[in-house]
Structure formats: structure tokens, C-alpha cells
């Protein structure tokens, strides 16, 4: 078995690789050299990379690999129809599908729409019911976009798929993205005259757990929240440990619900770590409390963490991976315990993701 | 045939290829032949708005855009127009 992380940069993909222990890490790339790769995966159900590649010059992308990267090919015809009046300006997530629907993918982007392959990346259908949204006028761009940055698929409920849109809020489709309900409730809009509106949260990023199906994570603008109804109801979960309620990335273990990790970040207008160190925080009691897990992060720091800027693998003892706008890649395979710079010196790293190779 | 010149990022998307030699009437139909015509178009058919396409040396903007006319013996460059990192 071969563990791989990748890490999508500013100018291009880099593979660090590792056996099992994940205690020796090698680094290939750049891959797609130039490219702004905001997102990256390796597909578990065939192996095949798949990348979301951007450039401010030639457009947006998804492009996909069978061969770990040695070779690329281009989605066809990506982008959104003429009646749409849209133009896709970036993509920003893909997200495999279900295991029995080994052709299905699922790719988010700016502004604000959704497409899905059923041909394993070749080609890509735009999903209506997000392009047309009723309560689409009330969505309004976040810093980086009005973007389809989170999308993730129901455990044991295929048919089910969650998606986040900054900043529009976090929506549920229970019949396989023909139609979407704001799932909202409980989830603060501070910086909105209505505090608590149906939708124009700021959703950072959300994660359904792989094992325990309807239980949702979210770091959102505005708090940490949990829901165990499948997005109905959601429960702020930070001012109990978290020296901030702001951030971005997001982690959780395959083998117990209750355990998240995130990355506090100062606030709104400064977005860089909390309290001048680089510190990832856990909870292993669902979010009721939190502690700091940094052993070996740097304690003076003063860096940036993106949505995209957390993985955990699918391994025991759990593997986690961390990349930074200074360039750094960091890896702790105790579940946050101890942490190594298994990278330096990239370019900027806009997103983390793992897989195995068999 | 027109020539077209293609940059570094756009060669490799290209399958390795700088060059390409065509028959084409206009500055779009040259461009369209190309594979990477994708990442020069965007999905509605505009030039994309930060490629410079530059026949024999003048940008397309000071002659007739793309439908400026081509009599086979050109070369097209085209030039991603973006500044910064």
C-alpha cells in the first residue's frame, strides 16, 4: 500500500508518498505545472487523481489521471450553459460519488454551481436545481467567491448529498441533486441584519462522517457546529476551548464521530492562527470541549490555513495532514498527538488531501 | 499555413506541441483547430479575456479581432496577459 497526500498549490500538485507507517515521506511534482490546483483527490474506488485546476489566463478545469499523475486529460466542454448568463470563473471541489455508481463524481465551483459526471470526469452536467435556486438573490460572495467549496455524499443514503456554498449556506438534496432545502437552522450570520436567516451563512467548510450516517461537522464565519439530523437542526459548539470561533479547515476520524479537529484563526479581518502559534484543536466528546493537539507544530507562527488545509486518512492510528500558505505540508499519524513537516517550501498550499494506492 | 505559437502552459496541454501549422481563413478558425481551444474560448465562444493573440507582431485588438483575416503566410502568437504572481 502506498499512502499519498496531495498537495494542491498555487503552481501546481505535489505527491508526497509513503508506505504505511507514514513515517518516510517521498515528493513528486509539480504536477500540472502553473496550474492553481484548489482541490485534489484520489478517487478510493479505481485510484484515478483527480484535480480541480485553475489559471487566472486559460479558465478552469477538472482534469484526471490514471497513472498517478504522469499524464493529464482536460474534462470536455466544462462550463455553464448560455441561458445561465454564467460563466465558470473557477472550480473548486470534486468529490467521488457513491461505491455503487463508480462513474459518478461531483464538482463544485464559482459562482456558486454544481456539476456531476457520470462517466467517471469526462464530461460534466451542471445541476439545475442549485443554478436556479429560489433563495439564489439572497446569496452573497465571500472573500474568496460565491463558490461551491463542500460537497459530500450521505453515508449509506447515496441518493443523499450535502453541499456549502459561501456565502449561501449549507443545502441538503435528498434525490440526488434534482432538488435543494437550506439546512441552516441553528447556524448564526453575524454579520447580517438578520442574524439568523434561512440562508447567506458564511459556511467554511462541512464534513458528513464516514461512519455514523446524518452526523455533520461544520466550521462556519461565524462558529463550530455539529448536527446529528442530516443538517436540520445544527449545535454551536465553540467558546469551550477554541480561542477563536473562526477558521477554516476542518478534520474528522473515521473511527469515532465524536472526534473533530480545526484550525482557529484570529477572525474575519485576520485571518492567520490564533494566538501566534500553529494550533490544531480537538474534541473527543462530540465538541463539548477542545484541546490543543500541536505537539511539533510551531509555537511562533503567524500563517494562513485554508478550506481545503486539513485531510485525515482512512488509517489506524488515524493519519492527519495540514498545509499552510508559507508552503509547509505537516503530518501526525497519532491523530494530532505529534506532528512533522513532511513538506517545506512550496508555493502557497491551497488544499490537503490523502488516498491509498494499492 | 499560418503558424500559431503556443506558451509554455498551453504546449504542455497541447500534448507537448509549441507549434502548429494550419489552413485557416480568420484568426478564429485558426484558433479553433487548436486542442487546446478550450482553454483559449470560454464556454460561451469569447476569447478569453487575459489571452493575447498577436499576428506577425500586432495584437489582434488593433486589427479586426478574430475575424481578422489571414492569407496563410502569418503567425499567430498567443500571449497569456497577466502580471503579478
Known amino acids: 500500500m502506498t499512502v499519498a497526500v496531495l498537495a494542491g498549490t498555487r503552481k501546481g500538485l505535489f505527491v508526497l508518498e509513503s508506505e504505511e507507517s507514514r513515517t518516510d515521506w ?53 462550463g455553464l450553459s448560455e441561458d445561465s448568463e454564467l460563466t465558470l470563473a473557477r472550480t473548486w471541489h470534486v468529490e467521488p460519488g457513491p461505491p455503487e455508481r463508480p462513474g459518478e463524481l461531483w464538482l463544485g465551483g464559482d459562482p456558486a454551481c454544481l456539476f456531476r459526471s457520470d462517466d467517471g470526469g469526462r464530461t460534466w452536467e451542471a445541476i439545475r436545481g442549485v443554478l436556479e435556486h429560489p433563495t439564489r438573490d439572497r446569496w ?73 450516517a446524518d452526523r455533520l461537522w461544520q466550521q462556519n464565519h461565524c462558529g463550530v457546529y455539529r448536527s446529528d439530523d442530516a443538517g436540520r437542526t445544527w449545535e454551536r459548539l465553540d467558546g469551550n476551548g477554541l ?42 466528546d462530540g465538541g463539548q470541549s477542545w484541546n490543543l493537539s500541536a505537539g511539533g507544530l510551531p509555537e511562533h507562527a503567524w500563517v494562513g490555513v485554508l478550506r481545503e488545509g486539513m485531510a485525515s486518512d482512512q488509517l489506524d492510528p488515524l493519519g492527519l495532514y495540514l498545509g499552510l500558505q508559507s508552503g509547509s505540508v505537516f503530518a501526525s499519524r497519532d491523530g494530532g498527538e505529534r506532528w512533522t513537516e513532511i513538506a517545506a517550501y512550496l508555493a502557497p498550499v491551497l488544499s490537503v488531501e490523502t488516498g491509498v494506492w494499492s | 499555413m499560418v503558424v500559431v505559437l503556443l506558451p509554455a502552459l498551453l504546449a504542455t496541454e497541447a500534448g507537448g506541441r509549441a507549434q502548429f501549422e494550419l489552413d485557416a481563413r480568420t484568426v478564429e478558425q485558426a484558433l ?43 503567425t499567430l502568437r498567443l500571449v497569456g496577459a497577466i502580471a503579478g504572481g
Open chain 1, 26 to 78: 517521498q515528493l513528486r511534482g509539480p504536477l500540472l505545472e502553473g496550474w492553481s490546483i484548489l482541490h485534489a483527490i484520489v478517487d478510493p474506488r479505481d485510484g484515478a487523481l483527480h484535480a480541480c485546476a485553475n489559471h487566472p489566463v486559460y479558465g478552469a478545469t477538472v482534469q484526471r489521471s490514471d497513472d498517478r499523475g504522469e499524464t493529464w486529460t482536460r474534462a470536455e466542454e466544462l
Open chain 1, 140 to 212: 452573497m460572495p465571500g472573500a474568496g467567491g460565491l463558490i461551491c467549496h463542500s460537497i459530500q455524499v450521505g453515508v449509506h443514503e447515496p441518493e443523499r448529498v450535502y453541499i456549502g456554498i459561501s456565502a449561501a449556506g449549507t443545502f441538503r438534496s435528498n434525490d440526488r441533486g434534482e432538488t435543494w432545502e437550506p439546512a441552516n437552522s441553528g447556524v448564526a450570520a453575524d454579520f447580517n441584519p438578520d442574524p439568523n436567516p434561512e440562508v447567506g451563512q458564511c459556511v467554511h467548510k462541512v464534513l458528513a462522517h464516514p461512519g455514523r
Open chain 1, 243 to 284: 480561542p477563536s470561533d473562526f477558521g477554516f479547515a476542518l478534520g474528522l476520524d473515521h473511527r469515532d464521530p465524536d472526534v473533530a479537529y480545526t484550525v482557529p484563526m484570529i477572525g474575519a479581518e485576520n485571518r492567520v492562527v490564533s494566538d501566534g502559534r500553529l494550533g490544531v484543536y480537538r474534541t473527543a
Open chain 2, 32 to 74: 479553433r483547430q487548436l486542442p487546446i481551444a478550450d482553454l483559449v474560448f470560454d464556454e460561451h465562444g469569447a476569447l478569453r479575456r487575459l489571452v493575447n493573440v498577436y499576428v506577425d507582431g500586432t495584437d489582434i485588438r488593433e486589427r479586426d479581432g478574430l475575424t481578422t483575416t489571414l492569407d496563410g503566410s502569418e
